[in-house]
């Protein structure tokens, strides 16, 4: 049974840091584009990052300069680097992967989430 485990949240100061993981396991025979999105009370969930397979990145303007995504595929996880954090930042994040499991019929895959806050 394929599953994503993200850690790394907590509660920063404004202009803090954080590093977000998110290991992917369970029967996993290729993992090709990975990503981070958010969702903060009150909003739609909101696509953060994604990273492919062989590296090209995407992010939202609104984390451009600041955050960070990054893969190891050997260990099947993913990072977001979080710098220069803002208020606006706090959010439930949820890590996703495109997965081609033990079943052969590739699906994308969520993890539960990691809460962020950004608080002084």
């Known amino acids: 049974q394929v599953q994503l485990v993200e850690s790394g949240g907590g509660l920063v100061q404004p202009g803090g840091s954080l590093r977000l993981s998110c290991a992917a396991s369970?029967?996993?025979?290729?993992?090709?584009?990975m990503g981070w999105h958010r969702q903060a009370p009150g909003k739609q969930r909101e696509l953060v990052a994604t990273i492919t397979r062989d590296a090209i990145t995407n992010y939202a303007d609104s984390v451009k300069g600041r955050f960070t995504i990054s893969r190891d595929n050997a260990k099947n996880t993913v990072y977001l680097q979080m710098n220069s954090l803002k208020s606006e930042d706090t959010a439930i994040y949820y890590c996703?992967?495109?997965?081609?499991?033990?079943?052969?019929?590739?699906?994308?895959?969520w993890g539960q989430g990691t809460q962020v806050t950004v608080s002084s």
């Open positions: 996703n992967a495109d997965i081609l499991g033990l079943g052969a019929v590739p699906k994308t895959y």
């Open positions: 369970g029967g996993i025979l290729w993992i090709n584009t």
